[in-house]
């Protein structure tokens, strides 16, 4: 069977790090935002942290998934340009 | 021929038995438990030894499919021997035989049973119009009894068997399982810390959508094994059914019912029966508590339940769940992802219905007792089998089958006659 290497970068670990944090960051704000909103105890800034780690991943898929199309309507693009430019 | 494969099978529900048995020796013998329910108390015993003086012998009258079940638990409740079967129905009598391998002796007359020096006790699994008679004959003859729910066909009978039963100091057990149930016995805790708060009303239910008939070999063998349809022989849906739920209303209320009205009718099963398919009873209680029941087979939608109402919250026993009047609000950061989804999900109202605010509440509730799994029967029975080995009567349990027993009499009486009917005053009558 032939070997498959994928080699992940450093740059790309880094992004990745970072698009998860600011991920979890903005679910830590949706959370401060509701506690206001439906004025609720703040306790729940730590008793709700598995809400906020689930809301967290939650929108990281959602731009991995974005991500993932821009990545595919790019492919696509430069293969409709490289006949052209032949 | 029963195989190996049968009697290792066997055995390891005995094994599995006496393991449950000596977990529930732990939970019967705490106070809170015997306080409420003094009826458990014969189960803080240990569970039973292998030697023949601990060993209970046991004549079971009538074998069809009630009976039938509660000697397969018997044979499989560890200290019991079925010593004895007894079924004028030859098919019957047959199949208990085997499953007894031939060990036990077989009668078609219970009263030859009941001659039997050699046995304990009897476990009563016939039709209701037998009850009384057989509960008393077997109490004379020095038998422990345990009797099928309800408990006699009238209000005489139910009193002459309180009275066999005083008369001979035996112990009685009747087949009302939800005494032994643990979600039933929590709910009975949140009643009396006034967890729901005040009761006002219960409302219980039993539905199925089937006939209630059984299939029969001949003709003349229907009011034999559709005992169920027929006046002569039973009180329908009252009796076989309602009288569980009845009892554990007065258990709950800590009470009988003061009078009782209602209609009943044939409207759906128009096939010769007698008995009503469905009946609608409500029954006043002491403190401007109402009980409504009602029971039909011909939809079964809403299935059975017995709904606690309390100003403060409600239990359904049999889904084994507690609901508070006053759901806690879940986090906001739920609240507000709940509200999103409403807000792409849901259609747009022109105008909101008025009625909405009284909708039923959206609260899933509690559970009673997580992972309770329904060893009713098995409990009781094993209740059963310890009280006759210790020789003393199960505190509470005569009462609980006069109170629920004539209860459900009363129901059927109001919607016959078509009027009021009171709960009977039955002089020097001690239960």
């Known amino acids: 069977m032939k070997d498959l290497n994928i080699v992940i970068k450093g740059r790309r670990i880094k992004l990745e790090i970072t698009i998860i944090a600011f991920c979890l960051l903005f679910a830590l704000l949706v959370n401060l935002y509701a506690i206001v909103r439906f004025d609720s105890p703040w306790s729940e800034i730590v008793t709700s942290l598995h809400y906020v780690v689930a809301v967290g991943v939650f929108t990281y898929l959602v731009i991995g998934l974005l991500r993932f199309i821009l990545q595919l309507i790019k492919l696509l693009l430069n293969r409709v340009k490289k006949p052209s430019s032949e | ?431």
């Not at chain 2, 190996?4 to 048995?21: C, Q």
């Not at chain 2, 149930?181 to 005040?198: M, N």
């Not at chain 2, 009602?294 to 059975?304: L, T």
């Not at chain 2, 209860?407 to 009486?413: C, D, K, V």
């Open chain 2, 1 to 431: 021929m029963k195989n190996n494969a049968d009697s290792e099978f066997r055995s390891e529900i005995v094994k599995n038995r006496r393991n449950f048995l000596k977990k529930l020796a732990v939970f019967a013998g705490s106070s809170g438990v015997l306080a409420s329910m003094p009826w458990w108390s014969p189960l803080r015993a240990e569970p039973p030894g292998s030697s023949a003086l601990d060993r209970v012998r046991l004549g079971i009258i009538g074998v069809g499919s009630r009976g039938r079940k509660l000697m397969l638990h018997l044979m499989e409740t560890p200290g019991v021997e079925v010593a004895a079967v007894c079924d004028d129905y030859e098919p019957h009598y047959n199949r208990a035989l085997d499953l007894t391998d031939g060990k036990a002796k077989a009668f078609k007359d219970y009263r030859k049973l009941l001659e039997m020096n050699d046995l304990d006790g009897v476990v009563i699994a016939t039709p209701l119009f037998e009850h009384a008679r057989m509960c008393i004959d077997s109490l004379d003859a020095g038998k422990h009894v345990f009797c099928e729910k309800s408990l006699a066909y009238d209000f005489a009978e139910c009193a002459n068997v309180v009275k066999a039963y005083r008369k001979s100091g035996k112990v009685f057990q009747i087949g009302y399982q939800r005494l032994y149930s643990i979600p039933f016995l929590k709910a009975k805790g949140y009643v009396d810390s006034g967890t729901i708060g005040k009761i006002t009303q219960i409302r219980a239910y039993w539905h199925r959508n089937n006939d209630w008939r059984r299939s029969i070999p001949r003709p003349e063998l229907e009011k034999k094994i559709n005992w169920r349809l027929y006046r002569k022989y039973s009180c329908g849906l009252m009796t076989e059914l309602a009288s569980h739920h009845l009892q554990v209303v007065n258990w709950v209320l800590n009470a009988h019912p003061i009078s009782v009205v209602g209609y009943g009718s044939i409207n759906h099963w128009k096939d010769g029966r007698e008995l009503y398919d469905s009946v609608n009873v409500v029954y006043k209680y002491p403190e401007g508590v109402n009980v409504i029941y009602d029971s039909m087979i011909s939809n079964r939608r809403y299935g059975f339940e017995i709904q606690i109402m309390g100003s403060e919250g409600t239990i359904e026993g049999e889904k084994g769940k507690i609901y508070s009047e006053h759901p806690p609000t879940p986090p906001a950061i739920v609240q507000l992802i709940n509200e999103l989804e409403r807000d792409i999900l849901d259609s747009v109202p022109i105008g909101g219905p008025s009625w909405a605010p009284d909708l039923e509440l959206d609260y899933k509730g509690k559970l009673l007792a997580p992972g309770w799994s329904g060893e009713e029967t098995a409990i009781q029975l094993t209740a059963f089998a310890a009280a006759i080995r210790e020789s003393r009567p199960i505190p509470g349990m005569m009462k609980h089958a006069y109170d629920g027993g004539v209860a459900a009499l009363m129901g059927q009486f109001a919607m016959e006659q078509g009027r009021e009917i009171t709960w009977p005053q039955v002089e020097g009558l001690q239960i």
